[in-house]
């Protein structure tokens, strides 16, 4: 069961560990100037120039399809079509969803199916009538419309003006030779008129572009953000749904780690305890057969019998103690980490500041993971000296494990660490490993408090 810092202790190298330098030589023009020529820009501005089309086909749709459906409520037929349009809207849904995957990097999941529990139709229309998610597209297929409006007027307004002013000194002889003025008219009226047609007036235009220009990326980013929102809020799964998925994995998490925790067992006493058994009983066997043709051999088997007892009850002491200690359940965490801490190859300072005892579950759980996290201090850390501190925020019980050892833990590296973030979050628990190359390292756990 113990925790392995495996490769993570000593020195990490890697296209992740380049520093700043590297992000330098990547970026040579600051972010305000780059954001007009960046991907993601115009990856933004394609989203919102694609809304507005895809908003409009997907409010008419629904306005009708959900209009002509209340309105033959009166017959049958309204089901089938709110039905029908709900089951559209989902559909667009699923296309809206992948536009801003692929326009906006946001990973947004699947709703929670259909649970349609009998076969045909009718079924399949009341399972769509009476999910939630069906009616959440149907709402984003209502309000998405208006803000693509908006959104598709404000980009693109500012998108065109921005880059015709910028490029203004390329393309001012257009109005002198074929449209029989200056340049660009600012002004006019019936006695006078302003054209941007000096020198000055033209970089001056210019500059307003790039001005422009620089802000357009910003505020199409502002725009889309709202869009990021509505398609996680409308078109993803509930949080209610969410919260059953992650139970799920947490469930089978804990079914996992009580299988492998059983495995351990069965296989720590058929090779330890019970291998010293059978050799036990096989010796005492044979003294047995000794005992009136050579006493004193008999005798001598004897003894070495009895110091096989004693290593076979020390096993098992161990044994339990790494299923559930004794002294955890009559005397709490203060003594039950005390012994663990004694029995590591460094000094250990344990300090326990708790009102009470938390439940037995989760007190078990901070005993072995702070024993975990312990034994990968005594033969992986090279430490000098470690502490335990423990102790409860509001409905929090807290752990910090730290020691002055050479550092370099990793809990993303599929090492021990990970398995142990993923036991503690089976119980919406947390796992942070602070551990730069060179120590020290400090591994804070976070617990439910329950009382």
């Keep these: 069961m113990a925790t392995e810092y495996g490769n993570g202790y000593g020195h990490r190298s890697g296209p992740g560990f380049d520093g700043a330098g590297a992000g330098e030589r990547r970026h040579r023009l600051p972010a305000p100037l780059r954001a007009p020529i960046a991907a993601r820009s115009w990856r933004e501005f394609g989203y919102v120039m694609l809304g507005l089309p895809l908003g409009i086909l997907m409010f008419t749709f629904a306005v009708t399809m959900v209009s002509l459906g209340a309105g033959l409520l009166i017959t049958f037929l309204g089901v089938p079509v709110l039905a029908a349009a709900l089951a559209g809207c989902r559909g667009f849904g699923s296309l809206e969803r992948a536009r801003a995957r692929g326009l906006l990097d946001v990973e947004v999941a699947d709703p929670e199916p259909l649970r349609v529990r009998k076969q045909g139709p009718m079924a399949w229309m009341g399972a769509v009538l009476r999910s939630g998610a069906s009616w959440r597209h149907l709402l984003y297929a209502v309000v998405q419309f208006p803000w693509a409006v908006f959104s598709f007027t404000v980009a693109l307004s500012f998108w065109v003006y921005g880059w015709a002013l910028l490029t203004y000194p390329l393309w001012f002889w257009v109005f002198p030779m074929y449209a029989g003025q200056g340049g660009l008219q600012l002004y006019g009226d019936g006695t006078h008129s302003v054209y941007l047609d000096n020198p000055f007036e033209i970089t001056m235009t210019a500059l307003l572009g790039l001005l422009f220009t620089m802000a357009t990326p910003w505020i199409v980013r502002a725009l889309t953000s709202v869009d990021r929102l509505m398609v996680r809020g409308l078109l993803g799964p509930s949080r209610l749904a969410t919260r059953v ?33 059978v050799a036990l009983a096989m010796d005492l066997g044979l003294a047995k057969e000794k005992l ?7 005798a001598r088997m004897v003894g ?39 029995r590591c190859t460094v000094p250990v300072r344990v300090e326990v500041d708790l009102p009470s005892r938390p439940m037995p579950a989760i007190e078990g759980i901070a005993y072995f993971t702070v024993s975990e996290l312990l034994q990968n201090i005594s033969k992986h ?14 409905n929090r019980l807290m752990l910090q494990v730290v020691d002055n050892g050479v550092g370099g833990a990793d809990a993303s590296s599929g090492s021990g660490l990970a398995g142990l973030a993923e036991r503690l979050d089976a119980v919406d628990g947390i796992l942070v490993v602070d551990s730069p190359v060179a120590g020290p390292t400090r591994i804070t756990a976070e617990l439910p408090w329950r009382g």
């Design 304 to 342: 070495e019998a009895h110091g096989e007892v004693k290593t076979a009850l020390q096993e098992l002491r161990d044994l339990a103690r790494g299923i559930h200690p004794a002294v955890l359940t009559d005397r709490g965490l203060d003594a039950a980490l005390s012994s663990v801490a004694s």
């Design 292 to 298: 009136t043709e050579d006493p004193e051999a008999a």
């Design 245 to 277: 998925v992650e139970l799920e994995s947490d469930r089978g998490a804990v079914v996992d780690t009580a299988a492998a925790d059983l495995r351990r067992i069965e296989r720590d006493l058929h090779d330890g305890a019970q291998a010293r058994l």
């Design 381 to 394: 850390s090279r430490a000098t000296r470690a502490s335990v501190d423990v102790w409860r925020v509001e």
